[in-house]
């Protein structure tokens, strides 16, 4: 199962000097149970963004065309083309969640089966937008209002979209 999981906010800003435009711990929390476990793939520029540290947990694989690419981690994969992604999924007993940036989103785009989509309801400052996406593919079967508190000072709705049969 390929599933793209991000936050945006209501212009669709995903990013800001290679980092979240945000402090939202409610949703790095949620990244974290829903990922637990699982695969995260991501691009070079947001591995690199988080410092070029792979999250716990999870297994983490790389994209990027530069083939002697070192992710200074022994068990972090580096992957070349997205293709290489779809192999390792067809044999992998863990879902697989496209975790970005921008051009990996748009990569997946036509092979994703879910899309865990935080909408934070406010604008920011930033550099870098969720690609354009054909939502008609989707169906949106749940919207959940994130927890709103002193740490957490915005509206923002947890969403799950699923490939229309
Ligand atoms: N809000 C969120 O949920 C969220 C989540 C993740 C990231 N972000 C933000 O997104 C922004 C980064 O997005 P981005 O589009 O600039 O960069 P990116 O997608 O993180 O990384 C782009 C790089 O990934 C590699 N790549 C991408 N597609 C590939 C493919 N099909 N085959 C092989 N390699 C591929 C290339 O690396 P090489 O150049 O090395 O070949 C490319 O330059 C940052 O601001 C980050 O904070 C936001």
Do not use: C
């Not at 793939?41 to 591995?47: E, N």
């Not at 044999?91 to 970005?100: K, Q, S």
């Amino acid at each position: 199962m390929l599933i793209a999981i991000w936050a945006q906010d209501e212009n669709g800003l995903i990013g800001k000097d290679y980092r979240l435009p945000w402090h939202l711990p409610e949703d790095l929390r949620r990244f974290k149970e829903v990922t637990q476990e699982n695969v995260l793939v991501m691009g070079r520029k947001t591995y690199e963004g988080m410092g070029k540290r792979p999250l716990l947990n999870r297994k983490t694989i790389v994209l990027t065309q530069n083939k002697q690419y070192d992710p200074g981690y022994e068990d972090v994969l580096v992957m070349n083309q997205a293709q290489e992604v779809l192999n390792y999924e067809k044999d992998a007993r863990e879902a697989i969640f496209i975790a970005g940036g921008s051009q990996v989103y748009k990569a997946f785009e036509p092979y994703l089966d879910k899309l865990f989509r935080t909408v934070i309801h406010h604008l920011f400052d930033g550099d870098a937008y969720f690609p354009t996406f054909d939502y008609t593919i989707f169906e949106k079967v749940e919207s959940k209002k994130g927890l709103r508190d002193a740490r957490n000072p915005y509206d923002y709705d947890f969403e799950t979209f699923v490939r229309r049969a």
